[in-house]
């Protein structure tokens, strides 16, 4: 019952986060497809706003460790394992439950819906913007990615905490 509680609230913490970078979509540039991505990138009055490759990385690293360490006192000190095998399991579970939400309910529903994610000078490329497959790929890049984030808990858990 507590891994549904947990879910739900960072369901909403990742909604919240997600909601308030949106407001600037220029910053999720890389989150968008391929051909939105390289038509914004070719434009003029973009140039100086997009992200570099450099700062998204920090970002996501950052963002990285934050998860790591979260989750990792979360499952220690709320739900009270001590085991790499609850930990990971667990900690798998709930990546998997979000990463579902964020590519059904966020990115199918919420982003590939919306016209207020489509940058101005794109909009007869407005097709791509609701490329499902894009997202359902970057999905299941991001499963993998977070089998590697649920590994490092599972050590975190088992050996630090």
Same mark, same amino acid.
């Given at each position: 019952? $507590? $891994?549904?509680?947990?879910?739900? $609230?960072? /369901?909403?913490?990742?909604?919240?986060?997600?909601? #308030? =970078?949106?407001?600037?979509?220029? @910053?999720?540039?890389?989150?968008?497809?391929?051909?939105?991505?390289?038509?914004?990138?070719?434009?003029?009055?973009?140039?100086?706003?997009?992200?570099?490759?450099?700062?998204?990385?920090? @970002?996501?690293?950052?963002? @990285?460790? =934050? #998860?790591?360490?979260?989750?990792?006192?979360?499952?220690?000190?709320?739900?009270?394992?001590?085991?790499?095998?609850?930990?990971?399991?667990?900690?798998?579970?709930?990546?998997?439950?979000?990463?579902?939400?964020? $590519?059904?309910?966020?990115?199918?529903?919420?982003?590939?819906?919306?016209?207020?994610?489509?940058?101005?000078?794109?909009?007869?490329?407005?097709?791509?913007?609701?490329?499902?497959?894009?997202?359902?790929?970057?999905?299941?890049? /991001?499963?993998? #990615? /977070?089998?590697?984030?649920?590994?490092?808990?599972?050590?975190?858990?088992?050996? #630090?905490?």
């Amino acid at each position: 019952m $507590i $891994i549904i509680i947990e879910c739900i $609230i960072l /369901g909403i913490l990742f909604t919240t986060m997600v909601y #308030i =970078i949106s407001k600037n979509p220029i @910053a999720t540039l890389y989150n968008y497809p391929p051909k939105v991505r390289d038509r914004v990138k070719s434009m003029k009055e973009y140039k100086d706003k997009i992200p570099t490759n450099k700062k998204k990385m920090l @970002a996501k690293s950052i963002v @990285a460790i =934050i #998860i790591i360490i979260s989750v990792s006192l979360i499952l220690r000190y709320i739900n009270g394992y001590t085991n790499f095998k609850d930990s990971f399991l667990s900690s798998l579970l709930i990546w998997t439950i979000i990463n579902i939400y964020d $590519i059904i309910i966020l990115d199918i529903c919420w982003f590939c819906q919306s016209e207020k994610f489509i940058f101005k000078g794109t909009e007869d490329i407005k097709k791509e913007y609701k490329n499902y497959w894009y997202h359902i790929k970057e999905g299941i890049i /991001g499963e993998v #990615i /977070g089998i590697v984030l649920c590994l490092l808990i599972g050590l975190i858990v088992k050996f #630090i905490l």
